[in-house]
């Protein structure tokens, strides 16, 4: 069984700074693509970042390039999302995603077959 487990998310002021964790089990996060996602109220789910299988190659949507880092615990079998520089508009549930399969177009909710539940991130000004 296959499962992913979301989980660093808070309340912080902007400026601030989250390290979000997504522990994997059922799959070794070392060979499978991982990624984060985003969804705000009213709004599409959003890519946020990909670390891919294998090698630590990362790729980030514009809106968190140069906050954000995307890294892989290959011991805990856990991915995280270090956010810096927080910004109300960074307010969303977070979700990690899991795929097996690389495919193109990374940013697409449709090509992964495994979510967590989420953690939600709250931003103030």
């Known amino acids: 069984q296959v499962q992913l487990v979301e989980s660093g998310g808070g309340s912080v002021q902007a400026g601030g700074s989250l390290r979000l964790s997504c522990a994997v089990s059922g799959i070794t996060a070392s060979n499978t693509q991982v990624a984060w996602f985003r969804q705000a109220p009213g709004k599409e789910r959003e890519g946020v970042a990909i670390?891919?299988?294998?090698?630590?190659?990362?790729m980030y949507s514009d809106s968190v390039r140069g906050r954000v880092i995307i890294s892989r615990d290959n011991v805990n079998n856990t991915v995280h999302l270090r956010v810096n520089s927080l910004k109300p508009e960074d307010t969303a549930m977070y979700y990690c995603?899991?795929?097996?399969?690389?495919?193109?177009?990374?940013?697409?909710?449709?090509?992964?077959?495994?979510w967590g539940r989420g953690t939600q991130v709250t931003v103030s000004s």
């Open positions: 995603a899991a795929e097996k399969k690389y495919a193109l177009g990374w940013s697409s909710p449709n090509i992964y077959k495994y």
């Open positions: 670390i891919l299988a294998y090698a630590d190659s990362t």
